[in-house]
């Protein structure tokens, strides 16, 4: 499928050069996941994808219906048929019946803004990635708020994180800037002696 898509680019791009008359190239609509979903930090997306890649079975970028079933049963939370179609429904915005990565998000997105039914099978399949009340306790109560209020306070992480990301790139261009005068520093004195 790619080479055929490079294919197509190719014959296009030639035709071009030709002087011909060429369409307009349609883009296909590219989804980032980090630029759509800033509510979510780098790191809890990379979570999501993981978890979306684990029961994507067939490896062709969709949870269908069996692998939904499959999901659910081995979290502990089986549906019935109708069940997991109307989990599929609830989120499928191509209407192609199997969600995809960003439909994927879309459950968490609508879990956090409260969207889902708490006991629809898509509130407990989000409900996985919240703070577990049994394990920290009743006395952890206040940390767990605490920790709630703190994660809803950090409007601009995914900014943060990308500053972090592009300051340490421009470290290491720095570092080789200056590696590379050393360099023709050393190799201007070797050449003169």
């Known amino acids: 499928m790619a080479t055929d898509e490079l294919a197509s680019k190719l014959a296009r791009r030639e035709k071009i050069n030709e002087g011909e008359d060429v369409a307009p190239a349609q883009e296909k609509n590219i989804f980032n996941p980090y630029t759509e979903f800033k509510e979510f930090s780098r790191k809890e997306i990379k979570e999501y994808e993981k978890m979306f890649k684990k029961y994507d079975v067939g490896h062709d970028n969709f949870i ?3 692998e939904l ?3 659910m049963e081995k979290l502990g939370a089986p549906q019935t048929h109708m069940g997991l179609k109307n989990m599929i429904k609830e989120v499928d915005e191509d209407l192609d019946n199997k969600i995809n990565f960003k439909e994927f998000l879309m459950i968490f997105r609508k879990a956090a803004a409260g969207e889902l039914d708490d006991d629809s099978g898509l509130s407990q399949l989000a409900k996985l990635t919240e703070i577990d009340i049994d394990e920290v ?10 920790a709630k209020i703190s994660e809803i306070s950090k409007t601009s992480k995914f900014e943060e994180e990308i500053r972090a990301e592009q300051e340490e790139n421009k470290k290491k261009a720095e570092e080789a800037k200056v590696r590379k005068a050393d360099f023709k520093a050393k190799q201007a004195a070797f050449l003169s002696s």
Request: proline fraction near 0%; avoid cysteine; glycine fraction near 18%.
């Open 64 to 66: 269908d219906l069996m």
């Open 69 to 71: 079933k499959l999901m």
């Open 137 to 146: 306790g009743v006395g952890g109560a206040k940390n767990f708020f605490e």
